[in-house]
């Protein structure tokens, strides 16, 4: 039976996560001698403009069971509206060369997640082009070098936003939903750069679902544990933060059953030469309000 891996993908969505919840997730890596993927918001703290999406079906449900009013935080929750939007990484520099110098794969999650999460079906290729564009360039600017890996907010995709990311000459990415890494074809095209799918529920969609609650989470992650590759997602506002003690059981309890930690520039070197092919679609998954991209 193959071992257990886990390679542990970190969404960086806001500026306080990325302030606060970024060190503290670094330091609960270090004890445990564990390198992840974290993928940074680079641009504006929108997060206040998310508001707009109480409208959607579902949405205020899961805020509401999942406790993320309260894991954000006030600041968060009105950045962009009340307050004015930071610029992320401009602001946080340090944050970003701090958690490569550990050892941790540093990617982009976006340049406005708000933005993008919520429009990008209505983007023209332009401005897809631009807002990978903007994040890329501020990114090289932090780190003195180009990024390889990109994540999309919400695993929000589209045709032309994998276009995009093939003309960056990704490694790969990371930007939906699935069981095994592969090469996707959407919208009747296929694209060259390797996807590297989620495979558990976030923590998010699961507190407050099926009687979950933060002292039984842990026991269904390990009911999720199967031989070979599961990719978490974890949130800084969440694991880093708000959930850092739940978070830090889990990496006991993995541990202690054996598991392999591995970075998704690991999996796409070993998986990438023979990754198949497969559809990816936008659609409904339980536990989030917006459709999420779908491995076929």
């Known amino acids: 039976m193959n071992q257990p891996v886990i390679a542990l993908k970190v969404d960086i969505d806001t500026f306080v996560g990325t302030r606060d919840g970024v060190p503290n997730l670094l330091a609960i890596l270090a004890r445990f001698g564990i390198r992840g993927t974290f993928y940074f918001s680079m641009g504006p703290d929108n997060s206040g403009k998310a508001i707009r999406r109480i409208f959607r079906p579902g949405f205020l449900k899961k805020q509401l069971r999942s406790g993320a009013p309260s894991a954000f935080g006030l600041r968060t929750l009105l950045s962009g509206t009340l307050l004015p939007p930071p610029i992320i990484a401009a602001k946080l520099p340090e944050v970003l060369k701090m958690t490569e110098k550990a050892g941790h794969v540093v990617g982009i999650h ?4 708000v933005k993008w999460h919520d429009y990008l079906p209505w983007f023209p290729k332009p401005v897809t082009a631009m807002e990978l564009g903007k994040a890329s360039a501020l990114y090289q600017e932090v780190l003195g070098h180009r990024a390889l890996t990109t994540a999309a907010p919400g695993w929000t ?24 890494p592969f090469y996707p074809v959407m919208d009747g095209r296929t694209f060259r750069t390797l996807q590297i799918p989620t495979t558990w529920p976030t923590m998010d969609e699961l507190l407050g679902e099926n009687g979950i609650t933060p002292e039984t989470i842990n026991d269904h992650y390990l009911t999720l ?16 933060m708000a959930m850092s003690q739940v978070f830090t059981d889990l990496l006991t309890r993995l541990t202690q059953r ?14 990438g030469p023979t990754a198949p092919v497969a559809p990816l679609a936008m659609s409904e998954i339980p536990g989030r309000a917006m459709p999420v991209a779908i491995q076929g």
């Open 110 to 113: 976006c340049w406005d997640h």
């Open 157 to 180: 995709v589209s045709a032309d936003s994998l276009e995009v990311q093939d003309a960056m000459h990704l490694s790969y990415c990371s930007d939906c939903r699935g069981s095994h």
């Open 225 to 240: 544990l199967k031989p070979g590759l599961n990719v978490h997602t974890i949130h800084t506002e969440f694991e880093g």
């Open 258 to 271: 054996g598991v392999r930690f591995v970075t998704l520039a690991e999996v796409a070197e070993e998986a």
